[in-house]
C-alpha cells in the first residue's frame, strides 16, 4: 500500500529476469553488464540493461526481497522523492562502477570486463538511509549474548547478496558510496539528479493506478504511528508486554502455590 514503485520494482524485473533464465536464455546477452564493451565500443545502452536486470536467481531473490524492506522510504518520501533517491544513486554508482574498476586494475593489475548485472547498486545505496533512519528495536537475545532486531534480517539478505559473486562488492561499495553522497546532500547531488514534476505527473496517471495497492482493512491501527509499518511495529511491541506482563504474572502465581 501507497509504494507502487517499490511493487513495480519488485514484479518487474524480477519477471524478466525469470522469464531470460527459463525461456529466453539467447538473449541473455543483451542484458550483460559488459564494461569491455561500454568502454571500447561505446555500447551505452549496456548501462541501463545491465544494470536493470539480474542475470542470476538468487540476486533476483535476495534484492527483490529487500526492495519489499525498503518500501517504507517510499511511504516516507512519497514516490516522487522515492524515485529522485533511486536515479540519483543509479546514475552515482554507474561512474563510481567505472572508477573503481580502472583503479582496481592500476592498483592490484587485475582487468575487469564485466560486473553482475542488476538493480544493486541503488540496493545496496538503500542502506545508507535504513542504517540512518530506521530505528534499532531489539526483539529478542541469542545466547544472552547477541541481540537480534528488528533490522537484523535485512542485513543478513544484504550480507547474501554481498557474497553471490566474486565482484559484487565493487556494486556494493559504489551504491554505499553513491548513496551516502546522496543522502548527506553533498555538492546538492540531491537537486540535481531528480525526477522533474511533470514526468512524475505523468506517472502518476499512467502507471501508478496499474501497480497501486488498496490499504489493509484488517489490520487495527495500534497508537499514533504516521505509516502502517511504525503501526505494526507498535503492535508488536504491545503484544510483547501483553506477553511479559502474562509471564509475570504466571510467576507470581508459581510463587504464591509454593
Known amino acids: 500500500d501507497k509504494a507502487p514503485l517499490s511493487k513495480s520494482l519488485l514484479l518487474v524485473p524480477s519477471a524478466i529476469s525469470i522469464l531470460l533464465t527459463l525461456l ?3 538473449y541473455q546477452k543483451f542484458f550483460a553488464y559488459n564494461l569491455q564493451a561500454i568502454k ?3 555500447q551505452i545502452w549496456r548501462l541501463v540493461c545491465g544494470r536493470t536486470i539480474c542475470l542470476d536467481l538468487k540476486d533476483t531473490f535476495c534484492s527483490s526481497l529487500l526492495i519489499y524492506n525498503f518500501r517504507i522510504f517510499e511511504r516516507r518520501y512519497g514516490s516522487r522523492k522515492f524515485s529522485s533517491f533511486l536515479l540519483g544513486v543509479w546514475m552515482l554508482s554507474a561512474l563510481f562502477d567505472l572508477l573503481l574498476v580502472e ?13 553482475p548485472s542488476g538493480f544493486l547498486g541503488p540496493v545496496f545505496a538503500l542502506f ?4 540512518s533512519s530506521i530505528p534499532r528495536v531489539q526483539v529478542t537475545q541469542v545466547l544472552g549474548y547477541f541481540s537480534i532486531t528488528n533490522k537484523t534480517l535485512v542485513y543478513i539478505l ?3 547478496l554481498l557474497t553471490s559473486g566474486s565482484y559484487i562488492w565493487i556494486l556494493a ?3 554505499l558510496v553513491s548513496g551516502i553522497c546522496y543522502n548527506s546532500s553533498i555538492l546538492k547531488v540531491h537537486r540535481i539528479l531528480c525526477v522533474p514534476s511533470w514526468v512524475a505527473k505523468i506517472f502518476s496517471w499512467t502507471l501508478e493506478p496499474i501497480f497501486s495497492s488498496a490499504e489493509p482493512t484488517n489490520e487495527v491501527r ?3 504511528g504516521a505509516t502502517v509499518d511504525i503501526q505494526r511495529q507498535q503492535r508488536m511491541e504491545l503484544l510483547d508486554r501483553q506477553i511479559m506482563m502474562s509471564q509475570v504474572a504466571q510467576m507470581r502465581r508459581q510463587r504464591q502455590q509454593q
Open 158 to 160: 544484504g550480507l547474501q
Open 24 to 26: 529466453f536464455q539467447h
Open 40 to 42: 571500447e565500443d561505446f
Open 222 to 224: 495500534v497508537g499514533m
Open 173 to 175: 561499495l559504489s551504491g
Open 103 to 115: 583503479t582496481t586494475q592500476y592498483i592490484f593489475g587485475i582487468t575487469i570486463n564485466s560486473l
Open 128 to 131: 545508507v538511509p535504513f542504517y
